[in-house]
């Protein structure tokens, strides 16, 4: 069975997703969900060992080996990316009952949970494969669960939301795929370790430049990059707040390691960080969604948009660390990557205890909140400090690594923008705080939320913690992670 578990990891929801329908049942197919999405977490713990003490995993479909066959292959950097979605895959799912008995018809919610089964398989799918036509396939498997999963939502802008979403994930989809063509044009194969093999023999080919420009693209349109970010906030508002959270804890960062995937290991260093001038692009475009993001944020009433802006300010940190393109930077991205997942999975469920109260999550809701639902705004408090980077909170972990690469990299004004930024979170944080414990409050009736909601909040909220102060598990595997990339394993 170990032999197998690469594509047990995705074959696991990708078989349970259509089981769902026949269960029907909606708190079965919950505890059903439940269960496959811990079964996948397994696996993936089990790998992440493996390839810690063993080296990378490669697995051959159909019995054909690689590069004529398809291979899932799993290294540091995708173990520790599947055990991060897995991970959070369960601990919101461990919430999802009681927030979709609220705000999904009950008619709906097998449905619900059969496209998020489906959007699971299609993230972990994307991470495991080590075949580039074969994540084009996940993604869309992933993708067009999405958009049907945001327009579950009540509020009539989810349907708007999701079309929005789907037109720009479409445009980013045909770009990867184009990309993809011109390298199977070029190459013969589409196997990621053979194509990292065969590209640096093709030199600076146009062909190979203008596949690399529209993977580039495409995969800035799914992870939300600044400026092609403008999906993202809408998304993140109307859809179910279970839906909000999953995104933001898991869809972001899978796109995010395509980023490092393909620039690192498919294209090299060599092309994306020293013949082309991405670097400067990434540093550049990172900083200024950092500083946009946030001050736009600052200004929302809608407290689930104030936090989709964050993300676009945080997805421009993580970015800014491939830009830079040192161990230590990398190992910043790879930390914030699961650091960010912790913050706004957290953050995100505890907007939902709001949302199964009131129904709905804007700043006059925050009135009073303190002492009306003192744990659920507790939980918003120190997300929020670690989503600062307050030390002793996983936020100051990641973004010490990042100052510190800046520095040791001469990027003296980067270390400073990135204390600065860092700063503009503080604004929209202390509107929270000042409208939960300095006015009076909106429904003096207003009770805590439910514990099914508040355990897996404090679970998360509770890991912003022990990771900040216990951080020997995600600073040793992205160190590693980092080493492994930088040294060109394939």
Not at 395 to 421: N, P, Q
Request: hydrophobic share 60%; aromatic share 12%.
């Amino acid at each position: 069975m170990l032999t197998h578990l690469p594509i047990l990891q995705v074959i696991l929801p990708l078989v349970a997703a259509p089981s769902c329908l026949i269960i029907r049942r909606a708190s079965l197919v919950w505890l059903f969900t439940l269960a496959v999405s811990v079964a996948a977490l397994a696996v993936s713990v089990l790998m992440l060992q493996q390839v810690y003490t063993a080296g990378p995993i490669s697995y051959t479909l159909g019995g054909w080996q690689a590069p004529w066959g398809i291979e899932y292959r799993i290294d540091l950097l995708n173990a520790w990316v599947l055990l991060i979605v897995s991970g959070l895959s369960s601990v919101v799912l461990a919430a999802a009952h009681t927030s979709v008995a609220r705000e999904v018809d009950s008619n709906r919610q097998t449905l619900f949970y059969t496209l998020y089964l489906l959007c699971l398989a299609g993230l972990l799918g994307i991470v495991a494969t080590g075949d580039v036509f074969n994540v084009f396939v996940f993604l869309e498997i992933s993708s067009l669960s999405t958009y049907a999963l945001i327009a579950l939502g009540r509020d009539r802008r989810a349907l708007w939301a999701a079309f929005q979403y789907l037109i720009m994930g479409t445009i980013g989809a045909t770009f990867i795929l184009i990309g993809i063509g011109f390298l199977y044009m070029m190459t013969g194969t589409l196997n990621m370790a053979d194509l990292a093999v065969r590209l640096p023999a093709l030199g600076n080919s146009a062909t190979v430049l203008a596949a690399f420009a529209f993977i580039f693209v495409g995969i800035c349109l799914k992870l939300a990059l600044f400026p092609l970010h403008q999906w993202l906030p809408n998304a993140y508002s109307y859809a179910p707040s279970i839906v909000t959270a999953f995104l933001a804890a898991t869809a972001t960062k899978v796109a995010l390691y395509l980023l490092l995937r393909f620039t690192v290991t498919v294209f090299g260093v060599e092309l994306s960080l020293a013949s082309l001038p991405l670097e400067s692009l990434l540093i550049g475009l990172g900083l200024v969604g950092v500083f946009a993001a946030s001050a736009v944020a600052i200004y929302q009433v809608d407290i689930k948009r104030m936090f989709a802006y964050s993300s676009v300010a945080q997805i421009g940190y993580m970015v800014v660390g491939i830009g830079i393109g040192t161990a230590t930077a990398l190992q910043a991205t790879l930390l914030h990557l699961f650091n960010h997942a912790l913050m706004k999975g957290g953050l995100f469920l505890a907007l939902a205890g709001l949302v199964y109260r009131v129904g709905a999550c804007r700043i006059e809701h925050f009135r009073g909140l303190g002492g009306a639902m003192p744990w659920t705004m507790a939980a918003i408090v120190v997300g929020g400090i670690s989503l600062i980077g307050v030390p002793l909170t996983v936020g100051f972990v990641s973004k010490w690594y990042l100052i510190a690469a800046a520095v040791d990299s001469g990027l003296w004004w980067v270390a400073v923008l990135v204390v600065l930024g860092s700063l503009l979170a503080v604004a929209y944080i202390w509107r929270l705080v000042e409208a939960a414990y300095f006015q009076p409050p909106a429904d003096a009736t207003r009770g805590e939320a439910p514990i099914g909601l508040l355990a897996p909040t404090w679970l998360l909220i509770g890991a912003n913690l022990y990771f900040g102060i216990d951080t020997r598990l995600p600073v040793e595997v992205t160190a590693a992670a980092a080493q492994f990339l930088l040294g060109g394993a394939q």
